[in-house]
């Protein structure tokens, strides 16, 4: 029997407000019709007053907490995977940590933009099947609405806000994560970045993206890693139950599942609803299935997101 990272509780946070494409429409330059053609996003949620990466981030814990039927203070450490961090410093995952009232835990942030879920799944996974920690919460969060160039029809119409998180268990048996694979390729830093940041410019920055030549690089990434984290754990495309997407594009998802010769209904789509949510489209996408009852105990999941960096990774999982 091996110690594995088993996801014993998921949690998701939406802000109250939500935007169709038509309402995008009075605004930018743009169409319902362009918008669901080319991406398949039909809404998305925009983080209003009060509502912060943070805030989002500790409902989400909270609910997945309360699904593991664990208790706050037994955390022992808390990851936030975020690229828009309520403040440059302290760490989101401190304010998170402060809100769910936990004196003591290990808590900091991991920024990998899109890939950042993966990352911090990642890191929780090797610390806990390390020995050191017992129970993790790993959460993406994300307020893209606020680093998004509003006249830039390219991009502003992408993205959304929200959070997911997960309850990661140290267990014995044959339920857990069972393999994860990394990337990074700075190479491609130019195609998907923030226009500025504390060391460079001194202001926040809004977001750009080459989307095309974006796009070619995930079909081929995610296709790969998937294949290689599948590899890790001894098994094929066959063996999958459910992939939980990086929810960017639904073309993307469409492309990824093609070259791997799964069938799209075996695909997780959130992105018609939430549009991208960076980091925390991954668990957000998660926590829809398991509520709604398609995702069950003892399914074979896989996870793949891509993203600025490029970053990219895919995680294999027995839920
Ligand atoms: O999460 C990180 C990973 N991110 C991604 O994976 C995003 C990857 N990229 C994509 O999803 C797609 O490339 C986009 C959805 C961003 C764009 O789709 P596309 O089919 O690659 O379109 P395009 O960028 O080649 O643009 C086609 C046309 C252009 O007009 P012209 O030059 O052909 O006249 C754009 O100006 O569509 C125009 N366009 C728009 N039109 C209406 C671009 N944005 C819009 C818009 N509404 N919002």
């Not at 409902?59 to 990851?79: F, N, Q, Y």
Request: aromatic share 6%.
């Amino acid at each position: 029997m091996s110690r594995r990272a088993t996801i014993s509780g998921t949690g998701s946070a939406l802000p109250a407000r939500r935007v169709t494409n038509d309402e995008l429409a009075q605004t930018v330059d743009t169409s319902d019709e362009w918008i669901v053609e080319r991406t398949g996003i039909r809404a998305r949620y925009i983080a209003g007053e009060g509502e912060t990466t943070g805030t989002l981030a500790a409902e989400a814990a909270r609910k997945a907490l309360d699904a593991a039927g664990i208790a706050a203070t037994d955390v022992g450490l808390i990851i936030v995977a975020t690229a828009t961090p309520d403040q440059t410093f302290p760490a989101t995952a401190t304010r998170v940590q402060a809100s769910l009232g936990i004196d003591d835990c290990i808590a900091f942030d991991v920024a990998a933009v899109c890939s950042g879920f993966l990352y911090a799944l990642s890191v929780a996974d090797s610390m806990i099947r390390a020995g050191g920690i017992d129970i993790a919460v790993v959460i993406g969060s994300e307020t893209f609405s606020r680093i998004l160039d509003w006249e830039d029809r390219a991009t502003c119409v992408l993205f959304g806000d929200g959070a997911g998180a997960v309850v990661l268990k140290a267990e014995e048996g044959e339920r857990g994560i069972l393999s994860t694979a990394l990337h990074a390729d700075g190479r491609h830093n130019q195609l998907l970045y923030v226009d500025g940041g504390p060391s460079t410019t001194g202001t926040v920055g809004k977001v750009r993206m080459r989307g095309s030549e974006v796009f070619r690089h995930a079909v081929v990434n995610l296709a790969a890693v998937l294949g290689e984290a599948l590899d890790k754990a001894g098994l094929t495309p066959a063996d999958v139950d459910w992939v939980v997407p990086h929810q960017a594009n639904r073309r993307i998802l469409d492309a990824t599942a093609r070259k791997l010769g799964l069938s799209p209904d075996r695909m997780i789509v959130t992105v018609d609803q939430h549009a991208n949510t960076s980091a925390a489209s991954v668990p957000l996408a998660l926590d829809v299935a398991v509520r709604d009852g398609r995702i069950q105990r003892g399914d074979l999941i896989v996870f793949e997101a891509m993203g600025g960096g490029f970053t990219w990774g895919a995680a294999v999982a027995r839920y």
